[in-house]
């Protein structure tokens, strides 16, 4: 990392060969932004905890220790060269998160349905996607599993709802973000990600992995076009 008078930044997860495949096309372009935008970069490219690697995320609580705002990216995101600042656009006191609930419909009900298994009787309006999140030192104890939930009680993949629930339970104050800032290809929502800044393929439903490895080059080769 760099200097230490830099506070900002943009903090991304690639463990394990086929994440770091596809890093090697989405990186440059999560670099270039982060140097735009005036951040560090960084890569979680090992596990830092017993804990599995969707939930590396948690790490952040310990970056936060060196930096005063962090933008987190997942490495399945593609971010166009004239995005904006996403920390222009979300103030301090509020964590910035797109809303997956008025995408995807079902994630409220799939949402309490996990937490009910924890022994949470819950039912949010809203369930919000952390693949995109822009984030102050203010909120740094949310990135702790709760501590009646142990880690061998929730699923590799369900960090998103351990964040979720520690949003709605610490009332945290929440600036959504616009669907472009966040863009999920497979959106319910009938829309164009092709001009979107922040392009998210989670999500994007394939055969075989290395698909999706395909469709990210092939539109990180439209972007890299646009720009020339």
């Not at 310990?62 to 930096?67: A, Q, V």
């Not at 822009?134 to 949310?142: A, D, G, P, Q």
Request: with cysteine.
């Amino acid at each position: 990392m760099s200097s230490t008078e830099n506070k900002k930044l943009l903090l991304t997860i690639a463990c394990g060969d086929y994440y770091q495949r596809m890093a090697e096309i989405t990186h440059p372009f999560l670099r270039s932004y982060a140097e735009k935008i005036g951040a560090d970069f960084h890569c979680i490219s090992e596990h830092r905890s017993e804990l599995p690697a969707h939930f590396q995320k948690m790490s952040i609580y310990e970056f936060l220790e060196r930096y005063d705002r962090i933008l987190f990216m997942d490495t399945d995101i593609l971010v166009r060269p004239e995005a904006p600042d996403l920390f222009s656009i979300v103030d301090e006191q509020h964590l910035g998160l797109l809303d997956q609930s008025q995408h995807y419909s079902s994630s409220p009900i799939q949402f309490r349905s996990a937490v009910s298994l924890w022994g949470y009787d819950l039912s949010p309006e809203r369930y919000y996607n952390t693949g995109v999140m822009v984030i102050s030192k203010i909120h740094r104890n949310l990135f702790r599993i709760p501590v009646d939930i142990r880690p061998e009680q929730v699923p590799f993949d369900q960090e998103q709802t351990i964040l979720n629930l520690n949003f709605l339970l610490s009332a945290t104050p929440i600036q959504e973000l616009e669907l472009g800032y966040n863009h999920l290809v497979t959106s319910e929502i009938d829309s164009d990600y092709s001009k979107s800044p922040v392009i998210h393929y989670a999500g994007y439903k394939t055969t075989y992995a290395t698909e999706l490895l395909e469709k990210i080059r092939e539109d990180a080769e439209l972007l890299a076009t646009d720009q020339s």
